[in-house]
């Protein structure tokens, strides 16, 4: 009997030490041969690189990689919009947010984890959370700046030529043509990137709700369409009149945003589209750049209405069809600890603030005082249906009429058209 009680009790220890054990070695292989992608386009992410070393600094501490899939801005929005029809998004997916096209980009209740019950979620701004919720969940995690498309102006430049900063559409025009006539490209426009020769068109939009006082909710309800916005069609009018008078500079069709930040920081173009903070990142590039910057409000169709889009950067969703829901939410967790949110705000790109309130902004006296003295608003895509999901359909839009295959009436007639039919799909009872 003693015999068999210490055979039994020899043997129930040596389970325990190797289940013990090997529960172990088994978790810490399955974790670290977990590989969670992660789809976005170029500018869902910094360009600093530093989401990128984060997820090496993630993958040390958690044995998790994170495999960076990242496509070109005019292809994004289509290819993760297939994927997630198909079924097939990567494990993490970056897309661009705001309030009104979120739900119909995403269909977050089909495609994304609910991170509803994280404590993350108490912790970003109430500014961006209905960005990344739906039906009173929350499912995005976003440290989108407040953004603010300014034209970026070098100030050599403008001494050297002595032109004031334009506050019209003619003192706009005039300067362009001196400084063309310098040898220098005006303002660079960049069609090849896809989106960027829309920003003019719907981050004024500020300016048509201040002279049309209601016109966002008209648009919203179906009581008014696009092509009624004579301010609008002026705004494309004079992007087709810069284009022909050369002040985007010659040849400029396949021009990328990345170029305009070389041909700034290089004094090839006088003026470039950018957000608050990105003094940093072209100085850091370009060292004589330092100090050599200024900025004004877009002035076209005479605007001096500042547009704010609340929530017009990336946010990060889980898929909710992946295999590794639990890696996913480690993920995000990590990317949400304090110092973690603290070193990707220093890191990106410059930016002077973040959807995150703990985090102390960096905006300087300059820009504090400049809105100071400036009226501001929503920008038309964050506050009007069915304008952000066609975007790039936009962009293509206007590379046609940069050609000279369409008209700014047709391309505001197509942009109607295209908002009927989404709204249809959306089965939006102000269209029914």
């Not at 003693?2 to 325990?16: A, D, G, R």
């Not at 008078?245 to 470039?272: P, W």
Request: hydrophobic share 35%.
């Amino acid at each position: 009997m003693k015999k068999w009680l210490f055979l039994l009790l020899l043997l129930t220890v040596t389970l325990v030490i190797t289940a013990c054990g090997g529960s172990s070695s088994t978790g810490e292989e399955a974790k670290s041969d977990v590989t969670l992608t992660f789809g976005t386009h170029q500018s869902g992410i910094p360009r600093s690189g530093i989401m990128q070393e984060m997820a090496v600094d993630f993958e040390k501490e958690t044995g998790i990689k994170i495999d960076f899939q990242v496509v070109p801005d005019a292809q994004w929005r289509d290819l993760i919009k297939a994927k997630l029809a198909s079924g097939e998004a990567p494990d993490i997916f970056n897309i661009d947010v705001d309030p009104i096209s979120m739900p119909s980009q995403v269909r977050p209740e089909e495609n994304a984890i609910d991170l509803t019950d994280e404590e993350f979620t108490t912790r970003m701004s109430e500014d961006i959370l209905p960005s990344v919720s739906y039906n009173g969940k929350v499912y995005g995690v976003s440290y989108a700046p407040r953004k603010i498309w300014y034209i970026y102006y070098n100030k050599a430049i403008f001494e050297e030529l002595n032109l004031e900063i334009p506050t019209t559409y003619e003192q706009f025009k005039d300067i362009s043509q001196k400084i063309k006539d310098s040898g220098v490209t005006p303002l660079w426009q960049a069609p090849g990137s896809g989106w960027y020769q829309v920003l003019p068109l719907f981050e004024t939009g500020p300016h048509y709700e201040k002279l049309e006082p209601g016109l966002y909710e008209k648009l919203n309800n179906n009581e008014l369409k696009v092509s009624d916005i004579h301010h609008l069609k002026t705004v494309i009018e004079q992007q087709k009149e810069f284009a022909d008078l050369g002040y985007f500079g010659e040849n400029f069709m396949s021009n990328t945003v990345e170029g305009g930040i070389q041909a700034f920081g290089q004094g090839k173009a006088a003026m470039i589209y950018r957000v608050p903070g990105s003094e940093k990142e072209i100085s850091d590039e370009y060292p004589e750049m330092e100090g050599n910057m200024g900025f004004f409000v877009m002035p076209w169709a005479d605007n001096q209405t500042i547009g704010i889009n609340p929530g017009g950067s990336g946010a990060m969703f889980g898929n909710s069809h992946t295999s590794h829901k639990e890696e996913v939410l480690e993920f995000f967790r990590w990317m949400t600890k304090h110092e973690n949110i603290q070193r990707f705000f220093d890191h990106n790109d410059g930016n002077l603030t973040t959807s995150w309130p703990e985090i102390e902004p960096k905006l300087t006296e300059e820009y504090i005082e400049y809105e100071k003295g400036l009226e501001s608003g929503t920008v038309m895509q964050a506050a009007v249906k069915y304008i952000d999901p066609q975007w790039m359909d936009i962009g293509k839009d206007l590379q046609g009429m940069f050609a000279g295959q369409l008209t700014p009436d047709e391309i505001l007639e197509i942009i109607d058209k295209r908002r009927e039919e989404q709204a249809k799909v959306q089965k939006d009872p102000a269209w029914q």
